[in-house]
């Protein structure tokens, strides 16, 4: 299958900074990245969803100005949480799926973020 | 909307068992596609399985079928011949080109040696 890293692992913060966590498809190109969030022993719950070169979709519930997303080619998009608060800490997974709206959606291995 | 119903959280199974994950779908769409996903402990996303809806026949990938029934809407898994390194939360997911990709809850697959 595909591949789709995912950078950093894991990333303790204090209250109030930002946080940038990119995701990169290695071997396809992405036209569609989708940004995910996962509680403990939960479904994964949609955030937004980007196109290459066009501003982010977001779910319902999601702040916009608070989660940033920027998808400026067909191998990167970045998440950017700001001023980012301890009910931020979570596991948050991003998403590539090739050019094909039919495509297989290939999953990163997720970053940890931990708002002190 | 569409809907993805796990209603197993958790099922075990011993090692070189065979179990079956159910899962059900709700759609009015007649193209749409189906998977399942495996997230070990690692949490990495995994793709298991993924089956196109205009076909008949079902999926298969070594030791993983699923059994789809396209009238009844349910995509159910079955794991042959189980071992330890499937141990994982496995979602079975929906989507169709009109829609993000609907997961259900999950269910935790425990397999004892």
């Known amino acids: 299958g595909a591949v789709v890293s995912q950078h950093p692992s894991r990333v303790i913060c204090k209250s109030g900074t930002s946080v940038k966590i990119e995701c990169r498809s290695l071997?396809?190109?992405?036209?569609?990245m989708f940004w995910y969030r996962q509680f403990p022993k939960q479904s994964l719950m949609l955030m937004a969803t980007?196109?290459?070169?066009?501003?982010?979709?977001?779910e319902q519930g999601v702040e916009k100005d608070k989660f940033l997303i920027n998808h400026a080619s067909l191998t990167l998009s970045t998440l950017t949480v700001t001023s980012a608060h301890p009910e931020d800490s979570s596991f948050y997974i991003c998403?590539?799926?090739?050019?094909?709206?039919?495509?297989?959606?290939?999953f990163g291995p997720g970053t940890r973020l931990t708002v002190l | 909307a569409q809907t993805v119903t796990q209603s197993q959280p958790e099922m075990s199974v011993q090692e070189a068992e065979t179990v079956t994950l159910s899962c059900t779908y709700d759609?009015?769409?007649?193209?749409?596609?189906l998977f399942w996903y495996k997230q070990p402990p690692s949490r990495q996303m995994i793709l298991v399985i993924r089956?196109?809806?205009?076909?008949?026949q079902n999926a298969t990938e070594n030791r993983f079928s699923v059994n789809f029934q396209k009238a009844a809407k349910s995509f159910s898994l079955k794991i042959s011949d189980s071992q330890l390194g499937d141990a994982a939360m496995y979602f079975c997911?929906?989507?169709?080109?009109?829609?993000?990709?609907?997961f259900g809850k999950g269910t935790m697959l425990l397999v004892s040696p």
């Open positions: 998403s590539s799926r090739g050019l094909a709206a039919t495509d297989t959606q290939y």
């Open positions: 759609t009015s769409e007649s193209d749409y596609y």
């Open positions: 980007s196109n290459e070169g066009s501003k982010a979709t977001y």
């Open positions: 071997d396809f190109q992405a036209t569609t």
């Open positions: 089956q196109e809806a205009y076909k008949q």
């Open positions: 997911a929906y989507y169709s080109g009109y829609s993000t990709l609907t």
